[in-house]
Structure formats: structure tokens, C-alpha cells
């Protein structure tokens, strides 16, 4: 059973910009306090073909467990990722990530299709809670004042 979440944000920079933070693992750790606390990310930008074995506690209460990523495409070009993870019970957590102009700035769309068994509408809820609860975070990222309203449901 698998499940497919999409969420988009807009954001008042340049698609550079945006794309510089959604690759940059210290950004994501610190986008991703809260939700979870990783340990053994890499430093530096996510590279084509990594293999990231790692840690995650959820809300960084729950004791850490293994999560495995690997980067299948990356094009930085397109402004293109796709990830594909496993670990916590998720059997698959594919997340493709786009980075595109838009009226605002750039648009952010982050699409995970999530496969947990029995347990993945449950992830399926968890996965969109934090793709929009990341929001806050990033702006603060990115250096933004003010939280652009603009997010919804792709």
C-alpha cells in the first residue's frame, strides 16, 4: 500500500536561493528540529548517487533509529531530487523535490510516496504535518522576515 503526499510553498527569493537551502544538509537538520533530530548527515550539499546512512529520533524524543537515503537524481540545472529512504518502519519514502520560478519568487513542491504497510496512512498524515511544518523553519533560512502565506496541497 502506498500513499502519495504533495505540498507546495512559494517563497519571495530566487530559485537559487531556494534551491541552495533544500540541498544543503545543516539546512535540513535545522529545518527539521521539531520533527526530528538526525545524526550522521554528511556536511555540505546533497551529491548525485550519496548514500546517506543515519539516525532519526522523531521530535527528538523517541529513541534514534536507523534511516537510509539515497540520492537517485539530482539536477541541479532543473532544480530536481529525487531521494529514495527507508527506516522507522517505512519501507519506502520517496521524496522528489522541484524548485521552479513563480509570481513570488520560487515555488517549492516536495512530493513523498510513502510505503509503510498497514501503517501508511499513518505516515501518509505524519508526512504532510511536517512537509507544512517545515515552512516556518525555512523562511527563517532563508533569511525571511515574515512567513509568505502561500502554501497548499499539490
Request: hydrophobic share 45%; net charge positive; glycine share 8%.
Amino acid at each position: 500500500m502506498t500513499a502519495v503526499v504533495a505540498v507546495v510553498h512559494d517563497y519571495p527569493v530566487s530559485t537559487d536561493r531556494l534551491w541552495d537551502v533544500v540541498t544543503d544538509y545543516d539546512a535540513l537538520a535545522k529545518i527539521m528540529r521539531g520533527w526530528a533530530r538526525f545524526r550522521g548527515l554528511p556536511d555540505g550539499r546533497v551529491q548525485a548517487g550519496q548514500g546517506v546512512d543515519a539516525a532519526v529520533s522523531l521530535f527528538g524524543l523517541l529513541p534514534a533509529r536507523p534511516w537510509r537515503m539515497e540520492i537517485e537524481h539530482l539536477d541541479p540545472e532543473a532544480r530536481r531530487l529525487r531521494s529514495r529512504e527507508a527506516g522507522l518502519g517505512a519501507r519506502a519514502w520517496i521524496h522528489e523535490i522541484a524548485v521552479d520560478p513563480c509570481a513570488a519568487g520560487a515555488r517549492l513542491t516536495d512530493r513523498v510516496t510513502v510505503d509503510a504497510g498497514w501503517r501508511t496512512p499513518v505516515y501518509a498524515v505524519f508526512a504532510r504535518a511536517m512537509l507544512r511544518g517545515r515552512h516556518g523553519p525555512r523562511c527563517k533560512a532563508l533569511g525571511l522576515m515574515d512567513r509568505p502565506n502561500k502554501t497548499a496541497d499539490a
